[in-house]
């Protein structure tokens, strides 16, 4: 069974950075796309970013492009998100994902296994 598990949330200051991480247990997923997402209260759950397996292909959602990098470590089965200039827009539980192909995956819908979330708020 896999686990996912995000830790790097935190409340920060508008302008601020953070680096979210992922670490994932039970069985390696070097071999796996992985992505971010996150959930504001009452709205649904966004895409943020993705990577494909080997980190040849990344893709982000128009709001955090140029201020947030999608990066993954397989040697340690972690997946990061790094976010620059935050703003309390950005402000949301952040999960991240992994899927059972090796793509870069796009959709909520097509994640096989989820990770508990992390809060970040952004203050103004």
């Known amino acids: 069974q896999v686990q996912l598990v995000e830790s790097g949330g935190g409340l920060v200051q508008a302008g601020d950075s953070l680096r979210l991480s992922c670490a994932a247990s039970g069985r390696t997923l070097s071999r796996n796309g992985m992505g971010w997402f996150r959930q504001a209260p009452g709205k649904e759950r966004l895409f943020v970013a993705a990577?494909?397996?080997?980190?040849?292909?990344?893709s982000y959602a128009d709001s955090v492009k140029g201020r947030f990098t999608i990066s993954r470590d397989n040697a340690k089965n972690t997946l990061y998100l790094q976010m620059n200039s935050l703003n309390p827009e950005d402000s949301a539980v952040y999960y991240c994902?992994?899927?059972?192909?090796?793509?870069?995956?796009?959709?909520?819908?097509?994640?096989?296994?989820w990770g508990q979330g992390t809060q970040v708020t952004v203050s103004s």
């Open positions: 990577i494909n397996w080997s980190s040849s292909m990344r």
């Open positions: 994902a992994a899927d059972r192909s090796d793509g870069i995956v796009l959709s909520v819908n097509d994640y096989d296994y």
